[in-house]
């Protein structure tokens, strides 16, 4: 058969022809092929929107294998290298301050709770309205358990939206007076998974410099342009903005956002929303309030920052919170209008791309939010607790309260720094460690991380609850005021 | 691998195309007209601009109602699906009061955890009420209860390692990791079918990324000797350390790592190595221990192994295992341990239980005849797929099983037209996958019974015949008709 083949000429030419047309035709679809699979990202798994923008970007990422030619190798000299090279460890060499293990507890983390058996005055919980331990919670919970079991098994697109998540998240949205809200399964990535999905590259976020870790890894991961203004300063920030606007007059397409804390975590301070706005306003910025601390707490009726400083909620673009504070359960939602919930539904990585919310954990969250309205007397009477600490605690010597008055986060800074974060964070765990030890009232210093930017005075914080009772405030503010003056002394 | 009929390649671009080209016919007229409506924005730019969510508006939104569908009962073997609809083509989808009840062939509960269990749930329930829902503080606050301590040790001997750490959420654990253990100046090698918790964590943590073919050894090979003799980009420097990262099995493919190879690799080359096992673990091996186990690799091979609470314990959350002096360095510096709620008493209390199952300390041999039935379910429902024609993606033992559908047509038909029949099925499609390659996955679970799965596979059937995807065309009729046909000869 080769022979006839190869006796007749047009045959020849005609099955070399063909099988030219053969490989053009796979190499086009083999290009085609690649040059669709490309922008797609192969990293991704789960159906999330990935837009025209973020396609460039994928691609640039170079999230897809290339073909390995190495001029080194025609030397041979790879061999060698590849034998020589050294790498360092994977961590660090461990010393000291690095063993040192948390306190233990060995029962509900209320206001008081059991450390090494003996019965301790808890500060170091969120617990503000004092709802651990409540028989309504724990009633639902137990009831969610039972029907549902612990997990949902499977993220919201999967089968793992379960009644009882739409029924949170109606709500909050209802408590809050906005249209939708969203649920996230962790507190931590509520923040650093809403701000990638609406901050791209090349969008400007000012942001204030005291944020915790968790904004300042969403902004990271965003790529914007971030700038940075002192801590609380509204002056600063109104220099910002005014800088920023007088410099790009045309930028029409550019988006533009404010990102601030309601009631910080590292320093207890809080933001005064109505002169934020009054700027955003003025210069066309959006609003992202995280009110991790602050839902629940402030306001007459508990709804947050917006009521306390008397603000509509509708002029806050988004707003996020965490729900391990107040509301004593775990994981976070974000709130705003249909069209920025709906964006984060498709957009949101820590969303799509992760397990549920358990289900108890969100009647939990649904209770917790019933009770508060049932009793708007908690938050007076956690007001009252936060002024009854802060007289007892205003006059201690070498610490200086750093926080509002009217934050539930006590935060006490030593009024002399000893000039490196190091030695200043092992003197008041060293305080923190004896109040423990000798007085039974667990406090704790603020623990930095090595990734965190925040360059804020570290200090010892104190969490107030509405549960604690003025024996309790008094036993921690002249525990405090002793061993203050012991370790300093020495 | 995945071997596409030209026809079927040239009718999906000609789908995707027309669908694009209705779009911006769409797009036109949406633009025309909001030329005369107004905007109470003004001065704001918008959220998203331009093309940035044309796939969401005009492609995904048509399919919606096969998305994000809400259940009012545990994600078990048969779950109460609650019904929607749809007055405006799918913008907003209302719940009804009426429940369908499913076979649920997409939930990730590979060993049945995921409903209320005779051992667990009574042990988490007690410990719900002895420490409440959460300790609403950090693990370095006062947040770790002795659970956790517990939680950890059994993590850590359940694995074969020395120490764990575990954390709220799975997701979190990859994300916060990652920037701790490396950071610029460094290389991370990633399969390049990654989970999106590895990207964020590889980029968050500033270092340099390079990508090799998945499950491809060789390839890793050759992109370790660049990388090595060229050096950091534009300096030249050698690299501070390389970890490599992949998964235990890759939750689109079905398929499971090659980890003999690539661990020799990486110790020839001085690597260090990163195991996801978040769907593995608990599911795979004789007694539940993950890819390790089934592939015959020591654990102390592996230098970070991490996994995730949430597919076979039927709980929340993640871990990392590894060396005494990693974790206690994680515990020190890692944000999430330092920042973040610690994980809820009752989850921790659910994971505790289910290791104790699945290693029979519970007093009885529910944990083997567990692991013995996803294993079964799974080899079973797979080989009588392939026979019925269909392409069917991932290894032996494996729980995970993608059904390639090609088509965007089929995509919402499949998932339609099983929920007509009773049976609830994941479909996925662009961008999760490639554009061409759209699938529906399947994920066994041990809770399915034997009729079960074959109501199943004679509803998949019949749909796959309505759809025209048994693209390999059936087997067995053929082989008979040989085997007929010997005979008479």
């Not at chain 2, 390659?437 to 079960?452: G, P, Q, V």
């Amino acid at each position: 058969m080769m022979n006839e083949a190869s006796m007749n000429p047009q045959f020849e030419i005609s099955s070399k022809m063909a099988s030219a047309v053969l490989k053009i035709v796979n190499t086009t679809l083999d290009w085609v092929t690649l040059a669709l699979d490309a922008p797609s990202a192969r990293a991704v798994v789960f159906g999330v929107h990935i837009g025209g923008h973020l396609f460039v970007e994928w691609s640039s990422f170079s999230y897809f294998p290339r073909k390995v030619t190495s001029p080194l190798r025609a030397f041979n000299k790879e061999d060698e290298l590849c034998d020589e090279w050294v790498p360092e460890s994977l961590i660090p060499p461990i010393t000291e301050e690095m063993q040192s293990e948390p306190p233990v507890l060995e029962s509900a983390a209320g206001v008081h709770t059991i450390i090494n058996g003996k019965e301790v005055v808890n500060f170091a919980s969120a617990n503000y309205l004092g709802l651990i331990g409540h028989e309504k919670l724990l009633e639902s919970c137990t009831s969610a358990l039972e029907k549902y079991g612990v997990g949902s098994c499977g993220p919201r697109g999967f089968y793992g939206t379960i009644d009882v998540h739409l029924d949170c998240e109606a709500r909050i949205a209802k408590f809050l007076g906005t249209p939708d809200s969203i649920l996230y399964s962790y507190g931590l990535s509520t923040m650093f998974s809403a701000i990638p999905a609406f901050c791209k590259k090349g969008d400007v976020v000012v942001v204030d410099e005291g944020v915790h870790w968790g904004i300042q890894n969403g902004l990271y991961l965003s790529r914007s342009t971030i700038v940075y203004f002192k801590h609380n300063d509204v002056e600063s920030l109104r220099n910002t903005l005014e800088k920023f606007t007088a410099e790009n007059q045309r930028a029409k397409k550019l988006r533009r956002y404010i990102v601030v804390e309601a009631v910080y975590q590292n320093s207890g301070q809080i933001a005064p929303l109505d002169e934020i706005i009054r700027l955003k306003e003025k210069h066309r910025f959006r609003v992202l309030l995280d009110e991790s601390n602050s839902f629940g707490v402030l306001g007459s009726s508990g709804r947050g920052l917006t009521e306390y400083c008397g603000v509509p909620i509708d002029k806050i673009d988004i707003v996020t919170a965490a729900m391990g504070h107040a509301l004593a359960t775990e994981g976070g939602f974000c709130t705003g209008s249909a069209r920025v919930i709906d964006h984060q539904r498709l957009s949101s990585s820590g969303y799509v791309f992760s397990a549920s919310l358990p289900p108890y954990l969100a009647s939990a969250a649904i209770t917790a939010i019933d009770v508060l309205e049932e009793n708007p007397g908690l938050i007076t009477k956690l007001k009252a607790n936060t002024a009854l600490l802060w007289k007892g605690l205003s006059d201690i010597p070498g610490l200086s309260i750093a926080s509002n008055p009217e934050s539930p986060i006590v935060f006490l800074k030593l009024e002399k720094s000893t000039g490196s974060m190091k030695n200043d964070l092992s003197l008041l765990e060293d305080i923190a460690d004896r109040v423990l030890k000798e007085d039974s009232v667990f406090v704790v210093a603020s623990k930095r991380s090595t990734l965190d930017k925040c360059r804020l005075p570290v200090g010892i914080r104190l969490f107030v609850s509405a549960a604690h009772s003025e024996s309790d405030l008094q036993k921690a503010a002249e525990s405090l005021k002793r061993v203050t003056a012991l370790v300093l002394k020495s | 691998m995945i071997t596409i009929p030209y026809v079927t390649a040239l009718a999906t671009y000609f789908s995707y195309g027309l669908l694009f080209v209705f779009g911006h016919i769409r797009d036109l007229f949406r633009k025309i007209t909001g030329c005369f409506s107004s905007n109470n924005l003004q001065g704001y730019a918008p959220i998203c601009l331009g093309n940035e969510d044309f796939y969401q508006r005009r492609l995904y939104q048509r399919i919606r109602d096969c998305f994000e569908r809400p259940i009012a009962s545990a994600p078990d073997a048969w779950f109460d699906l609650v019904e929607r609809f749809s007055n405006d083509s799918n913008k907003t989808l209302e719940r009804t009061t009426r429940i369908r009840r499913c076979l649920n062939l997409g939930s990730y509960s590979y060993l049945g955890f995921a409903a209320p269990d005779e051992y667990c749930t009574p042990r988490a329930t007690d410990s719900l009420n002895k420490y409440s829902p959460s300790t609403c503080s950090s693990r370095v606050d006062g947040g770790t209860t002795v659970l956790h301590k517990e939680l950890e040790k059994h993590v850590a001997n359940f694995l074969g390692k020395q120490d764990a750490i575990v954390f709220g959420m799975g997701y979190v654990t990859n994300s916060a990791i990652l920037p701790v253990l490396i950071g610029k100046g460094g290389l991370i090698i990633s399969d390049s079918l990654n989970h999106c918790s590895i990207v964020n964590g590889a980029r968050g943590s500033g270092a340099t990324i390079r990508v090799f073919q998945h499950n491809t050894p060789s390839h890793l090979e050759e992109v370790l000797r660049e990388q090595i003799s060229e050096g950091q980009p534009r300096t030249h420097r050698p690299w501070k350390k390389i970890v490599v990262i992949v998964e235990g099995i890759y939750s689109m493919e079905g398929d499971f790592c090659k980890l003999p190879e690539i661990v020799a690799i990486c110790k020839k080359y001085k690597a260090y190595t990163y195991l996801d096992e978040a769907h593995s673990i608990g599911a795979i091996g004789k007694t539940g221990r993950g890819v390790c186990e089934l592939l015959g690799v020591d654990p102390a091979d592996v230098d970070i192994m991490m996994g995730t609470f949430t597919k076979s314990f039927g709980s929340c959350g993640g871990y990392i295992a590894g060396s005494k002096e990693l974790i206690q360095y994680l515990k020190y510096t890692c944000p999430a341990h330092l920042y973040a709620t610690s994980m809820s008493p009752p989850a921790a209390e659910q994971i505790i239980s289910a290791i104790k199952v699945i290693l029979g300390e519970d007093g009885t041999s529910r944990g083997a005849q567990k692991l013995a039935r996803v294993r079964e379910n799974s080899n079973f429902f797979r080989s009588e797929l392939q026979k019925m024609g269909f392409e069917v993606l991932g290894d032996n033992d494996s729980p995970v099983m993608p059904i390639m559908l090609y088509n965007p047509a089929k995509i919402p038909a499949f998932s339609r037209e099983c929920l007509k029949r009773n049976v609830a099925v994941v479909v996925v499609s662009f961008p999760a996958t490639p554009l061409l390659l759209a699938r529906a996955r399947i994920c066994l679970s041990a809770s399915h019974t034997k009729e079960e799965l074959l109501k199943a596979l004679e509803v998949i059937s019949q749909v796959g015949d309505l759809l025209g995807i048994k693209y390999f065309g059936a087997e067995p009729k053929k082989h008979q008709q040989e085997e007929k046909m010997k005979k008479l000869e």
